[in-house]
């Protein structure tokens, strides 16, 4: 009976052991979808469709809200409406971003602007054919541009201007919601953990296998795409974004114009920064205070970062490294060619 008792036992292990590796599952999966590199990795239950769904899902909030490109899609619709002086209806998840952005562009002072898209199509960074335009055609772009002239109407649904030429872009900001839109996804379906890399922007969801921390690579701005700067170890769900100024750019007579522009000059941002990475809770958050503390600069974010709960870790064009209280135990610099200083040396 004792020998008959203990094969049971066994019998029942093993079952619970097929069914165990059979439920938590692995899938990685890589697509190109918002002119970037989405990578997949799902750790969990039906990771595979799991997996697939996070795929249609950026491609479709690209495609159909976020893409000023494709010309049926909800923010290009709105753009061709906004041109001519007017309003316009959005849907309820248009609204919801269109308020966080703009909350986003207010806090910052205007360092982030989702409206900078006529500077951005005048430098034509982006194309085959960048070029410095003329003062004139700079200053004549700035006077169309301006969050501040975008608002709701009477607290509904009608968003509205008073100036012609406006338009929106928000891809500061647009692969931080979709890592929000994901997020929601992983909370609906049975994740254990999951690593979604959209671009410069990473969310880290749940807990990695065998409860080690999830490990970040943070680039290096004057290296190729595999080059480390350093290395961020996290436990949980983090979104980190990282904005710089190596991502688009030309040079002309031995200056970088990168893409991330000033939107109160017209130019480049020049905040003595190379890259700024954001690591807080919210993607749209970080993706957009990402950008707004590129055009800021070191000591001038402080405030902004305070005031959403967000920690960074700053790289400064002399190769210097400032990483915020909440983070330096978890950040390591494996690249001897840049120094780690303290917050306290720059007298923030």
Not at 47 to 73: F, H, M
Not at 86 to 110: A, F, H, I, R, W
Not at 136 to 160: A, M, N, P
Not at 273 to 288: A, F, H, K, R
Request: aromatic letters at 6%; a negative charge; one cysteine or more.
């Amino acid at each position: 009976m004792k020998a008959l008792l203990i094969g049971i036992l066994a019998a029942a292990l093993c079952l619970f052991l097929i069914l165990y590796r059979r439920s938590v599952q692995n899938a990685t999966v890589t697509d190109l979808t918002m002119g970037t590199v989405l990578t997949v990795q799902i750790y969990g239950k039906d990771a595979d469709e799991t997996a697939g769904q996070v795929v249609d899902l950026v491609e479709k909030l690209d495609t159909e809200e976020l893409s000023w490109r494709i010309p049926s899609s909800e923010l290009a619709v709105m753009n061709e409406t906004l041109k001519n002086k007017t309003e316009v209806s959005v849907s309820d998840p248009m609204y919801e971003v269109l308020q966080k952005s703009l909350k986003l562009c207010e806090d910052s002072e205007g360092a982030l602007d989702i409206t900078i898209h006529p500077i951005i199509d005048l430098w034509g960074i982006e194309t085959d054919s960048p070029k410095i335009p003329q003062d004139t055609e700079i200053q004549d772009r700035i006077s169309h541009i301006g969050y501040t002239k975008l608002g709701f109407k009477d607290s509904s649904d009608r968003l509205y201007t008073d100036s012609t030429g406006m338009s929106i872009d928000l891809g500061a900001l647009g692969k931080g919601i979709a890592a929000d839109r994901v997020k929601q996804l992983l909370d609906s379906r049975n994740v254990k953990g999951a690593v979604v890399s959209i671009g410069g922007t990473i969310l880290t969801y749940g807990h990695k296998q065998g409860g080690r921390p999830w490990q970040v690579g943070i680039r290096n701005p004057r290296g190729s795409m595999s080059d480390m700067l350093g290395v961020l170890s996290l436990k949980g769900t983090h979104v980190v974004s990282t904005s710089g100024d190596y991502e688009q750019y030309f040079e002309e007579n031995g200056i970088r114009y990168h893409h991330i522009f000033d939107p109160a000059t017209g130019y480049p941002a020049d905040s003595g920064l190379m890259s700024v990475t954001i690591v807080c809770e919210d993607g749209s958050c970080s993706d957009g205070l990402s950008t707004a503390c590129f055009v800021s600069g070191l000591e001038d974010s402080m405030v902004l970062l305070e005031l959403y709960g967000a920690d960074a870790i700053f790289v400064t064009t002399d190769r210097q490294v400032y990483v915020t209280d909440g983070i330096q135990e978890s950040f390591q610099l494996t690249d001897p060619s840049y120094t780690l200083c303290e917050m306290d040396e720059r007298g923030v």
